[in-house]
């Protein structure tokens, strides 16, 4: 999880994809709040068009280039509020607020030319917005940002009437602001995404076993028997509960080191067929794993429970360059849940069934798979002593 050191960003896109849907809900109401902010005082500021020209005509085209930077400012903020944008979606909100604000600002510039060192103090608060408060990449911050310096400069310099030294301060302030405002966005942007990444890492470290990579049982009762529940109602749930056999004997005969790598080899397969996003393996002991299956009938379960046994008896691990290479069995349970209102704790109840026909799985021989199928209406106790 690099981040770019120019532009503060994840320099992998999909990693800053996921950034960028986690911070959605705060950058929504951040945008909403700044643009809602900007428009009030963009209005409030028609107090010193009326001040600068008096109610004359112009009063009132100036009147009417602040109300359209209220109505498109205030029409973003609410759509960002009150719908579920996207995080594109967003970030157009915010260009097109952005461009028109600008816009405007410069129609009002040229109507006052008397102020352009006012105006200048102005765009020099309205770039800070665009760097600090407005969400956007910072390469298109940049380059708003400039254009609008530029354009406010050649404007500038045809209808102000400043002599040189004012042009020249008033030039390099616009830069330093520019600057200084591009350093904070990607100094912030570096930050919060450190940020992210530390909770990322702590979430990995808290779900996930060490050693394979699988969730952990805390994540099994924390998540899938609590607010990730994978129990949809209207689909079959299977869990696949498996062990490797006789690992005593592995550990005796290769070592540590050469158990570890079988249960590595072991749990690698099993992520390798589980579908990304939808179906969990968890370590749940130290050989034994449990594979929880969302939307999956018996019939789909035990054939991926037998390609599973069949796969790990014919591939041996590896344990090191010029090491014999470990062969090991496993033994399959496999419950499965028919479709239908599931009651909260059924996965318990699976989970214990599948255990059960593990061990049948065991005493019948090894390198097995024994499964159990029941309907949705059973409830965990029962089901559970059926096996
Ligand atoms: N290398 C290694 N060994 C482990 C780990 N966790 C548990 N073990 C060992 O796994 C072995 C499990 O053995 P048993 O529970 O007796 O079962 P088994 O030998 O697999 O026999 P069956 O399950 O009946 O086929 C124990 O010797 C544990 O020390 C681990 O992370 N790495």
Known sequence: MAIDPLLGEFADRRTEDTYLEHQQPRTRAQLAFTLLFCTLFFLCF????????????????LLGARLVVAITAGSCAWLALKRPLSTGATRLAASLAEAVALACFMVIAVHRPGEFHWHAMSLAIMLLVIYLYIPNRLAWALGLASAATGTFLVLTMLFGALGFADMLTLGMLLALVNTFGALAARRYGHVAREEFRARVVLQHAAERDHLTGCFNRRYLHEQLMGAASPLQAGEPLTVI????????????????????????????????????????????????????????????????????????????????????????????????????PHSAGVLEGLIHAADKLMYAAKRNGRDRVESLAQPASVPAGPLASAA
């Open 46 to 61: 028609f107090a010193t068009d009326v001040a600068a020209l008096g109610l004359v005509p112009d009063t009132a085209l």
């Open 241 to 340: 509960l498996c062990d490797i056999d006789r690992f005593k004997q592995v550990n005796d005969t290769h070592g540590h080191a050469g158990g570890d790598a079988v249960i590595t080899s072991f749990a690698g397969l099993l992520q390798s067929v589980a579908r990304d996003g939808i179906d969990s393996v968890v370590r749940y002991g130290g050989e034994e794993f449990l594979l929880v299956l969302p939307g999956t009938g018996r019939d789909a379960g035990v054939h991926q429970a037998e390609w599973l046994r069949t796969r790990f008896a014919a591939t041996p691990a590896l344990v090191a360059a010029g090491d014999q290479p470990v062969h090991a069995t496993a033994s399959f349970g496999v419950a499965t849940l028919g479709p239908g």
